[in-house]
C-alpha cells in the first residue's frame, strides 16, 4: 500500500509564501514523476508543477518564477514552495507520484490566499 502524507497549506495574505510537503511511504517502486496539481471548487484538477527523477521540472505558465517543485529521492518526499502568491492560488493542492506499480494521489490540503 502505498500513503502520500501532504502538509503546509493554510492561510496566508497575497505576497505571501507556503511551502507544501508531500511523503510518500508503503511499498514503492523506484518513483520516476513526482508533481503537485490543483483543484478549485468547480474546477477541473491542473497540473502546477511536475519533477521527474532526474530532475527535469515542468510549470504551468501562471506559477513560473513564483513556485519551485524539488525532491528528496533519499526520503521519497517532494515539495512545492510557493512565492508570491496571488488570490487566484487559492485552491486544493494534490501530491501525485507514478511509479512502475502505478499513479497515486495525495488527500489535498487547501492552500488559501486572502487579498
Known amino acids: 500500500q502505498v500513503q502520500l502524507v501532504e502538509s503546509g497549506g493554510g492561510l496566508v495574505q497575497a505576497g505571501g509564501s507556503l511551502r507544501l510537503s508531500c511523503a510518500v511511504s508503503g511499498t514503492v517502486s523506484p518513483i520516476s514523476r513526482m508533481g503537485w496539481y490543483r483543484q478549485a471548487p468547480g474546477d477541473q484538477r491542473e497540473l502546477v508543477a511536475i519533477?521527474?527523477?532526474?530532475?527535469?521540472?515542468n510549470y504551468r505558465d501562471s506559477v513560473k518564477g513564483r513556485f519551485t517543485i524539488s525532491r528528496d529521492n533519499a526520503k521519497n518526499t517532494v515539495y512545492l514552495q510557493m512565492n508570491s502568491l496571488k488570490p487566484e492560488d487559492t485552491s486544493a493542492y494534490y501530491c501525485n507520484v507514478l511509479t512502475r506499480l502505478g499513479n497515486y494521489w495525495g488527500q489535498g490540503t487547501q492552500v488559501t490566499v486572502s487579498s
Open positions: 519533477i521527474t527523477a532526474g530532475g527535469s521540472t
